[in-house]
């Protein structure tokens, strides 16, 4: 989860907000220390309008692949500032309704971050990540895509069949995709 976030803002700072400073805010962000205070904000925040002032196109906030992206960056931030407490997140109590998360029966099983120590929940976490980089990178101008060191293609979602092939050739007894009883 928490790579996954790294993976998409490290893209965000790298790909969008150069732009920004190139094309948009050319004589607002007239120095490193304003670079790096673009680079600090919010994640969400940066999201939403950053490509709207580098490319005039953003995310629709109550559509994926943002409302997934909402969600990591919330268990992102749950998982870094831990707080002793039985009460999960709401992203996890989201993953518990789509039947993505483990059903935990041990003696701790209070502890909510037990129930994302699943491979669908990485998976999940890793397919929206792809989703949202691939998503950028079509809000930016195919003449300016050419001085990126990357493309669509980098970034794939790790699909169903690939998981069950994978178990199955591993032998697996038990298929991921299986919901759990939560």
Request: hydrophobic share 40%; proline share 5%; aromatic share 10%.
């Amino acid at each position: 989860y928490i790579v996954a976030v790294a993976a998409v803002e490290s893209f965000v700072n790298e790909a969008v907000v150069p732009a920004i400073v190139d094309q948009a805010l050319e004589t607002v962000v007239t120095s490193s220390k304003d670079r790096q205070a673009l680079e600090k904000l919010d994640l969400r925040f940066k999201l939403m309008w950053l490509p709207h002032f580098a490319y005039g196109k953003t995310f629709v906030r109550n559509e994926q692949p943002y409302q997934d992206m909402r969600d990591l960056i919330e268990l992102r931030n749950a998982l870094v500032h831990y707080k002793m407490v039985a009460k999960a997140p709401n992203p996890v109590n989201d993953l518990v309704q789509r039947k993505m998360t483990l059903n935990t029966m041990s003696l701790f099983s209070s502890v909510w971050t037990e129930k994302l120590c699943c491979t669908e929940c990485v998976r999940w976490a890793h397919n929206t990540a792809c989703e949202t980089i691939r998503v950028l990178l079509s809000f930016i101008p195919s003449e300016f895509r050419n001085y990126l060191v990357c493309d669509e293609t980098q970034f794939t979602p790790i699909e169903d069949d690939e998981v069950e092939s994978w178990f199955r050739d591993h032998r697996a007894d038990v298929m991921p995709l299986t919901p759990a009883e939560n």
